[in-house]
């Protein structure tokens, strides 16, 4: 339950200001994304082995305390940035808090699971990441719900003040954590991780299982980045100002969250349980085939729901994250526990960080490309379907990786088969 909290304020205080970092974009639409995915990725590269030092050097704690109180200083110093939005520029602020925000996404959330990996077995994970993840989801719709209540009251600075609280709140719950798991037999957040700061990107060539999960972060992020390219396109075209576009993309994370929350309430925790976690990576992928072969079919446009015009640019997006969010996150974050601590940290860390916004340069330089190139959405959609294939065949052979430790099984288990 505190895990579930804890994670429930992380996603509030992300989910407060994913819809700013989104209004940025959609105000210079999707020729700027290769700008901003790759000076993501640099400053990912050159963060990889500070952050590899901070868990060989220091303990559990040390490192949650000193990672998340930087990025509680960040977001109370952007304030004065955001105040004079107009006067900077959409393009020359995007950059920065794009970066920042991206770093603040990938770092915070992985370290949070790198933590739950640590203090869980795989037994136990299987039983309650989806819980967890669940707590997450929670925060994921509440933090939309409370940036629509306030976006239009007190503008678009004062948000990344409240998005501060939550996340000192999650700090304070994961400290408490921590704190109660090392007086438990076997803790261990008193030793450091050890190893070498380079570890996590020596690993990606020797761990058949983190070359599996780095080429499905590839894949799987190809098909979320094609998708935010298209929408960045949509809002630039149809919302005119800064209220509005953050509005939109609020909307988009909420509807986002919902399903991801209905998914791990009706489905993942059985799936996982029952099946094994490495269906919850086969099966996203196998409906992002379908739903990217459907679009490829009727082209853009929109779709009439309940009387509303939805475009299926929009929907899209919703349904590829609800998947990922909602299932392949808890079924990712499962696996790891089968692998050694360092491996949780460090290369854990490496494949979420670097490896995925080397992804999201590649796939925006590419939509950007293609789109000089006449390639409309249809085309870019039959593209996405490709890819959408190749990440089903990983995910077949990441869930059920050689190098893995033996699973443990639940009490309700049946036995968790590869497929055929």
Known sequence: MLSALAFFFVMTSYYIIRPVMGQLSG????QSLPLFYGAVFVVMLLLTPLFGVLVARFRRRQLLGWSYSFFILCLLA???????????????????????ASVFNLFVVSLFWSFMADIFSSGQARRVFSLIALGGMGGAVFGPLVTKLLVRLIGVAPLLVVSALALALALALLLRLSARHDRQPGGHGEEVVGGSLWAGIKELWSRPFLRYMALLMLFGDGIGTLAYALVADYAKAHFADVVTRTAFYNDLDLATNLLGALLQLSLTRWLLVRHGAGWGLLLPALVNVALLGVIALLGGGELAVFGYAIPLVAMLQVITRGFAYGMTKPAVDALYTRVPRETRYKGKNFVETAVWRFGDLVVTSAVSGLRMLGWGIGGLALAGAGVASLAAIVARRAGWSPDLAPDEHTDTDTAAKAPA
């Open 27 to 30: 105000a210079v639409g999707s």
């Open 78 to 100: 952007f304030v004065p940035a955001f105040v004079a939005q107009d006067r900077i520029g959409a393009r020359e602020l995007g950059v920065v808090f794009f970066v920042w």
